[in-house]
């Protein structure tokens, strides 16, 4: 929780009592009270809409990083040897008994708010990057697509000159640079693929996690 009491600390007997039926992570949902500028609002609702379109794991809508976690959780998340740890995204994606409970934020008990747009932004791209390859695979399917109208090309420029057809510029030469910049975009789709493979296999997080164990 914040150290500037915006995560109240009148919740944590609720978070406790939810631990106890038996939540091995309780976590928050932030909502805002009426005289919190439109503009905050409307960047945080944004942040998560773009953050759950390119990521491959969903994230509440403001949920925060104020949240309880049993200890079985503490230990997967702690073998977890992730270089930028994405919270956030790292507490859903282990998975366990959930729960989420929504509270108010309150007002700065000291300081002020240095949480900018431009963070956000850093944030989602450190949440996408830590979870998701799909914008790799979307740079995949540009690639593709202007591979397939780059080559229908050619056949224009044969028909073109089989039917007498006067087109502008060295046609020859057109067709080359089209054939060999598609070919290019084709060998660069792969090279996307195998890096998401690579991505994935070297955060090496596990394939299976054991929620407890009995003897």
Sequence with gaps: MDCDLQ?????????????????QV???LRTYPADTPKKKQKSSQQFYKLLNMLSDIEIKEGSADFRL?????VKVIRS???????????????????????????????????YTVK??????????????IKPLYFAVFLGFAFSALSLLYIP?????????????????????I???????????????????????QTKDRPCYIIQEEKL
């Excluded at 976690?69 to 959780?73: E, G, P, R």
């Excluded at 930028?84 to 708010?113: C, D």
């Design 7 to 23: 995560h109240p600390p009148s919740l944590l007997p609720e978070l406790i009592a939810k631990w106890e039926e038996g939540y």
């Design 26 to 28: 309780v976590a928050t």
């Design 69 to 73: 976690l049993d200890q079985s959780v």
């Design 80 to 114: 977890m040897r992730e270089n930028e740890p994405f919270l956030r995204g790292m507490v859903p994606w282990v998975g366990f008994r959930q729960i989420y409970i929504p509270y108010t934020v309150a007002s700065h008990f000291a300081g002020e708010n240095k």
């Design 119 to 132: 963070k956000m932004l850093q944030l989602a791209i450190t949440g996408v990057t830590a979870f998701s």
């Design 156 to 176: 224009y420029v044969i028909y073109a000159f089989a039917s007498g057809t006067e087109i502008s510029g060295w046609a020859s030469l057109i067709m080359t």
């Design 178 to 200: 089209v054939f060999f910049g598609g070919l290019q975009l084709i060998i660069l789709d792969i090279i996307c693929i195998y890096i998401g493979k690579i991505f994935r």
